[in-house]
C-alpha cells in the first residue's frame, strides 16, 4: 500500500489567521481520498500546498514517501500531481490535442510537431479514461466544462501523473457529465493513480470515494474509511458542538419590506422565494456555488433575473444597475472586499465617501471637502476603524478594518436593506465582534440586514430567520429556534426541509 | 542611485522641474535665441495646442482598463478642417464655426467613446482606426489644401497678448486647465474617473456608470482637440489638414512623463503640465537648433520610451508612480 | 471498452474535414468578399479584370501580404507593431545605399534582412525584456525611426538606382508579379512554421491563456522576441520589393504602410485580443486591402479616401467579430 503523496502537520497563516493548523494526510496508490468541509475549513489551504501553488509556513510535503519541496505548481506538475480546478486552465480556441500537449509537443526527427503521433496518443489517453473523444478536433472553449475537465485530466495522464486533484469538479455538471467523470475516476483508480476529491456533495462522496478526511477550521478532524462512517457523523465533524449563541434582547421586527418570488438567474438559481422585514437579520447560509451571491448580485441590480419579481415596500423593482437599487434603498458589501470592493491605492476618505457623493455636492458637482471630512471622521468613530487619518491609502489597514471601511461606505448612505457578502472573512476576532455589533445595531434601527456567511456560528449568531441554499434553490428557511449546526448542514447538503414561514 | 530613483518615484513634479530646468539651461547656453522673451513667448503659444491635447489624453489614460487615444491628432485636423470649410465654403460667422469646430471635434469624440463603450472594441484598436479615418477625411475635404484668407478678427485668439502673455495661455489654456484641475481633484466626476481607472469591478459595485465615465472622458478629448484646433488655426492662421500629425504621440508622451500611469487611475493635470512645458522646450529648443522638425518628433520618441522603460525599472523595483 | 453513450466514434478522415472547414469558415468569408467585390467593380468599371490591372492587384498585395505573416504572429500573442511602415522607410534607405553602390542582389537580400531584423528587435526587446506596452513602444519607434530615416538620406532621396531589384520589384514569371512569388514562399514559410513547429504553436497558446502557457513552460520571452525579429525581417524583403518597384527611396517612404498591414490582418480573421487566427487569412486580406486601394483608383475616387476606407473597415471588422463572439460565448 504505497502512499503517494503526504503532507505532515502541515500549517499556514494568512497575515494572522490561520488557515491550517498541523495538518495530516496522505493519499495512497489506488484510492479515491475525498476532502470534505465548510468554506474555510481549510481545504483549498491543503489543496494548494499539495499542488505547488502556495507554500506551507510549517511541515513538510511528501511525494512517493520522499520529503519533496513543491515549490510552485509547474514542479508539482512535472514531477507528477496534477491539479484540475473549476474554472478549466485551457486555451479556448486550440483543440483537445494541442490543449494536452502544448509545451511538450511529440516531434518527428526534424523537429516539427507530429500531429499523427499525437492524436493517436490523445486518443490513447481517451481510451484509458474510457472516453470516445468525438471532440478531438473542436476549440476547447466550445465544449461543455464537462469535457474541458477530461480533457485537463488526459492532459494529466500525458504527463505521466500519479496524483490527480480535482477540486469541486461536479459543481457545474450536468448528471450524466457527472456520471462520465465517476467512470473515468475509477479508471484512474484501478490503474493504481490516486485521486483527491474534494467536494461538499456528501452523496457523491458516499458513490465514489474510498476515503474521506473531515476538516474543520484549518484542522484535519479525521480520516476514515467511506464505508465506516454515516452521513450524520461526517455532518457532525464538520460542524462540531456549535453553542447557541445569547439572544438579543427584543429586537422589533416590523412588516415585510422585500417579497421574492421565484427568483430565476442563470446559470443556477432558480425559483428563489422568501421574504425579508424590518428590523430583521436574515441569514444566507450554504456551501460552495450554492447561489447565495448570485441572489444578492441580482437583488443589487448587478445581474438580470429571467424570471421572477422582487416587491420593495409593495412596489414592483425592475432595475438595469446598481446605481437604481441604491436609488431604492439596497446596498450591497461585496464577498471579496479587495478585488470588488475597496479602491485600494486610494485614500480611505474616498472610499468612505464614494457612495455618497452625491449628497455631499455643492457648487457645480464640486464636493463638499468639509462635509467629506466629518462623513469620514463621523464613520471612523462610530466603527471604530483603526487608521492613522483619513488620508491613508486603504490598503494600509488590517484587513478588519478595510471591512469597517466597506461597511462604513454603505452605512452613510442609510440603506433600507443591506446585503453583507462574507463580512467577516478574513477579519480578527476583535473586528469580527464590532461587527456583528453593528449588524445588531443596524437591524435595531430598523434597516432589513442579510448576511450571507459560511461561517455556521457567525450565522448562528446574528440572524433571526436562516434561509439555506443548496444547488440555486432555497433548501430550507429556519427559525433561529430551529437552526442548529446539524440542521444547517444536512439542509445545505441537499437534505430538504419544510419552509419555515417567519413569526407573526 | 537608489534615493535617486526613489525621488523620480515619489516626487514626480519635482524631478520634472529639475529636467525642465536643465534642458531650458542646456538650450540657453547652446542656441542663439532660445533664451530670449520673444522665444519664450512663442514657445508658451505652441505648448497651448499640445498642452489641451495632452489634457485630454491624460483623462483617457486615467480611466484605465487600457483606455488610450491615438486620435486626438487626428481630431484636431479634422475639427479644424470644419471650422474653416464653414467659415470659408459655407460662409457662417467665423466664432460660430469656431464653437461648431470644437463641437464637431466632441462629437469625432463621442464616435470613440460609442465604439470603445457600447461595441466594446478595445480602445487602442478604435481609435487607432479612427487616427486614420479622420486625417483622412480632413484630407479628403480639402483635397490636401490648407484652407486660409480666414477673417483676421480671429487672430486675436491665437496671434495677440493679454499682459504680456499670449492671448490663449491667459485665456484659454489656463482657465482650461484650471478647470479640469478642480474637475479631477473636487468634483463627483473626477472621483467616479478615480474610481474607474484604479479599480473597474469595485467601481461597478459600487454604482458608478462605468460606461458613462469612459463616454464622457473619449469626449472631452474630441472637445479639447476641437479647442486646440480653433487655437491653431487662429495662430497659423489657416486650417491645415494635417495640422496634427503626429500629436498624438506628442500627447501620450506628456501624460506618461508627467506621472500618468499607463495602468489607469493616476494623473494629474499639474504633472501633464509640467510635461507639456519639458516637451516644448525640448521640441522648440531642437527647431532653433536648426535640427529638422522631423527629429522633434523622433526625439518625443526617445523621451517616451526611456520614461516607459523608467516607469517599469521602477515599477519592478518596488517603487509606486506618484 | 465500450464507449459511452454520449458519444459516438470517431472516424479520423471525417474529423479531419470537420476540423478543416472550421478554420476555412472564416477564410471563406474574406474569399467571398475578394469575389464579391472584384465582380462588383468589373460591372461598374469593366477594367478591373484586365490582365495588367489584376497583375498590379498582386504586386501591391505582395509587399502587404509579407510584412502581414508577421503582424499575424505578433497580434497573435496580443500586442501590436505600428512601427512597420517606419522599419520600412529604414530598410529601403539601407537597401538603397547598398544598391546604389553596385551591391549584387544576394548581399543586398542580407541587408534588408540584417537591417529589418535588427529594428524588429529593437522592438522585441524593448516589449519582451522592458515589459513596454506594445503599442507605446512601436508608437515610439515609429516616430523614432521616421527620424533616422530622414536623418540617413540627409535631406535628399535616393534615386537613379542600378536594375539589380528591377527584377524583383516590376518583372512577371508566368504572368505573376515575382514579389508576388516572393510573398507566397514567404507565406508557405510561415504556414510551415504556424502549423508544425511548436515554436509557432507556442505563439498561439500565449495569446489564448497567458497564464496557462506559464505553466507549460513556454518561454514567454523568446517568443515575444521571435514575433517582432520576425516582422522586422519581413519588412526588409519588403523593402527589396519596394525599392525595386519604386526605384526611388524618400524621407516618407512606407509611411501608412502599417495602416495596409493591421487592416490585412484584422479583416483576415485574426482577433485583436490574441489566440486566434491564420496567417492565410491574413494574406487574403492582404488581397482585399490591395483590391479595396485598387477599386477606389477605379472609380476616381480620391487616394486620399483610403485611411478612412482601411479605418472603417477596421472598425467594422473588428466590431463584427466581436459581438458574433459575444452570441457564441456568454
Redesign the interface.
Known sequence: MDVLIAARQVSKSFGGVRALHQADFELRAGEVHAVVGQNGAGKSTLIRILSGALLADAGQTFYEERPVHLAS??VA?NMGIATVYQDP???????AV?NIF????L?DRV???DWRAQ?ERA?QLF?EL??????????V??LSIGLQQLVLIAKALSYASRVIILDEPTAILTQ?ETE?LF?VIRRLRGAQLGVIYISHRLEEIFTIADRVTVMKDGEVRGTFEVQAISRDDLIDLMAGQVARAEMQAGRRIEEVILAVDGLTVPPRVREVTFDLRRGEVLGMFGLVGSGRTDIAHALFG?TRPVRGTMTLDGRPLTFH???Q??EQGIA?L?EDRK????????PVR?DL???I??WL?GF????N?AQEERNGRDLVAALEIRTPNLETLTNALSGGNQQKVLLG?WLARRPKILILDEPTRGVDVAAKEEIHERIFQLAASGVAVIVISSELPEIMKVSDRILIMHEGQVAAILNRAAATSEALLRAATGERHEYARAPA | MNSFLRFIATDRPRFLILVLALAFVVFALTTAEFATLYNVFNMTQYGVEIGLLALGETLVIISGGGSIDLSVGSMLSLSGVFMGLLTMRVGINVWLAALLGILSGGLLGAINALFVTRIGIPALIVTLGTLYAYASAALVLTNTVPISGLPEHLFVLGQSKVLGVPFQVLMIFIPVALVLH??LR????G??L??VG??E?????????VGAVRFWVFTLAGLLAGLAAVVMTSRVASARPDAGVGYELQAITIAVLGGTSILG??GTVLGTILGVLVITVLSNGLQLASINPIWQLGAVGIVLVVTVLLNQWLARRGLRLA | ?R??P?????Q?GV??A??IA?IRSREATVVAFIVVLGMFLEAVTGRFLAPTNLANVLLNSAGTATVALGMTLVILTGGIDVSVGSMLGVAAVAVGYASAAGWGLGPLVLVGLTVGGLLGLVNGALIGFGGVMPVIATLGTLNILRALTFQLLRAKWISDLPPTLRDLGLGLALGVPISAWVALAMTLVFVYLT????LG??I??IG??I???R????DLTRALLFVYTATGMLVGITALMYVGQTGIVQSNTGSGFELQVIAAVVLGGTSIMG??GTVVGSVLGALLVAEIKNGLILLNISGLAEGMVSGVLILLAVGADLLRLRG??P
Do not use: C
Not at chain 3, 505553466?215 to 513556454?218: D, E, K, Q, R, V
Open positions: 505548481p509547474k506538475q486552465l485551457v486555451y479556448p480556441d486550440l483543440n494541442e502544448m509545451g511538450r509537443e516531434r523537429g516539427n510537431i492524436q486518443v481510451a474510457g472516453i470516445a473523444p468525438t471532440f478531438l478536433f473542436e476549440p472553449g466550445r450524466g462520465r467512470q448587478i444597475d446598481p446605481w437599487a441604491l450591497y461585496p478585488a470588488q470592493g475597496l479602491f485600494l491605492r486610494l474616498f465617501s464614494v457612495a457623493l452625491r455636492r457645480l458637482g464640486i464636493v471637502a461606505r | 478642480v474637475a473636487r468634483t463627483i466626476f472621483r467616479n478615480h474610481a484604479t479599480n469591478v469595485a467601481a461597478r459595485f459600487a454604482a458608478i456608470n487611475g493616476e | 471498452m464507449a459511452l454520449l458519444e459516438r466514434t470517431p479520423p474529423l479531419r470537420r476540423g472550421l502549423t508544425r513547429r511548436p504553436r507556442h498561439y497558446a489564448g491563456n497564464e496557462a502557457a505553466l507549460a513552460g513556454i489566440g486566434r457564441k460565448r
